[in-house]
T-cell receptor
Framework: EAQVTQNPRYLITVTGKKLTVTCSQN?????MSWYRQDPGLGLRQIYY???????DKGDVPEGYKVSRKEKRNFPLILESPSPNQTSLYFC?????????????FGPGTRLTVL | AQKITQTQPGMFVQEKEAVTLDCTYD???????LFWYKQPSSGEMIFLIY??????QNATEGRYSLNFQKARKSANLVISASQLGDSAMYFC???????????FGAGTILRVKS
C-alpha cells in the first residue's frame, strides 16, 4: 500500500530534550516536506526536500532541523524543543514531476512540549 | 505572496443537503493549483479535489465539486447530498507551479446534522 508513515504518533516531552520524528514514504517520491498545524493558522511548511541531500527552509524553520540521506526517509529533528513547538506535525511527499501533482500526507504526530 | 482565505470558521448543514465552503486566494502567478483537503477528528489529511489554474472546466470528484472563478480568485468547494461522515475540518490550499510549498487557509469546520 502506498503510504507515508510517521513515528511516533504521539509524544510528550520536556523542554530541551532532543527528539526526532521519523518520516518514510514507499512511493519513490522526489519531494518531501514537513508541516506544522496550529489552530487558526492551518498548516505551515517547516522544511522541504527536492531530492537526496537537498533541503531548504519553508515558512517556519526556526528550531527545527532535517536531513535527507535516503530518498524514502525525511526525519524532523528538534534539538532543543520549547513549548511553542507544541503542535500537530505532518510529513508529506509528492512525485515532483508535475507542478500540480497531489501531496500525500502522513497520519500526523501530535507533540506536546512541557 | 500567496494567501488563502477561508472566511467561514464553522458551518452547519442538514443531512442530504448541499453545502458550499468558501475559499479565496491571492497570487501573482499565472500557473498554480488549488486543492481541498478533509481532516476528520482522527487527524489525517485526506485529499479531496484539485483544480489547475488553466483548467477550463470545474473539477468534480463524486459528491465534491469545485466552483472555480478565476477572475474573482475564488475556489469554493461544493459538497452535494451531505452525509454524517462529512463532518470534519476542511482546508483549501494552493501551490504555485514552480514551488513545493502548499499554502493553507485556516480551515472551516463542517457539522452535518441528522
Amino acid at each position: 500500500e502506498a503510504q507515508v508513515t510517521q513515528n511516533p504518533r504521539y509524544l510528550i516531552t520536556v523542554t530541551g530534550k532532543k527528539l526526532t520524528v521519523t518520516c518514510s514514504q514507499n512511493m519513490n517520491h522526489e519531494y518531501m516536506s514537513w508541516y506544522r498545524q496550529d489552530p487558526g493558522l492551518g498548516l505551515r511548511q517547516i522544511y522541504y526536500s527536492m531530492n537526496v541531500e537537498v533541503t531548504d527552509k519553508g515558512d517556519v524553520p526556526e528550531g527545527y532541523k532535517v536531513s535527507r540521506k535516503e530518498k524514502r526517509n525525511f526525519p524532523l529533528i528538534l534539538e532543543s524543543p520549547s513549548p511553542n513547538q507544541t503542535s500537530l506535525y505532518f510529513c508529506a511527499s509528492r512525485t515532483g514531476y508535475l507542478g500540480t501533482d497531489t501531496q500525500y500526507f502522513g497520519p500526523g504526530t501530535r507533540l506536546t512540549v512541557l | 505572496a500567496q494567501k488563502i482565505t477561508q472566511t467561514q470558521p464553522g458551518m452547519f448543514v442538514q443531512e442530504k443537503e448541499a453545502v458550499t465552503l468558501d475559499c479565496t486566494y491571492d497570487t501573482s502567478d499565472q500557473s498554480y493549483g488549488l486543492f481541498w483537503y478533509k481532516q476528520p477528528s482522527s487527524g489525517e489529511m485526506i485529499f479531496l479535489i484539485y483544480q489547475g489554474s488553466y483548467d477550463e472546466q470545474n473539477a468534480t470528484e463524486g459528491r465534491y465539486s469545485l466552483n472555480f472563478q478565476k477572475a474573482r480568485k475564488s475556489a469554493n468547494l461544493v459538497i452535494s447530498a451531505s452525509q454524517l461522515g462529512d463532518s470534519a475540518m476542511y482546508f483549501c490550499a494552493m501551490r504555485e507551479t514552480m514551488m513545493d510549498k502548499l499554502v493553507f487557509g485556516a480551515g472551516t469546520i463542517l457539522r452535518v446534522k441528522s
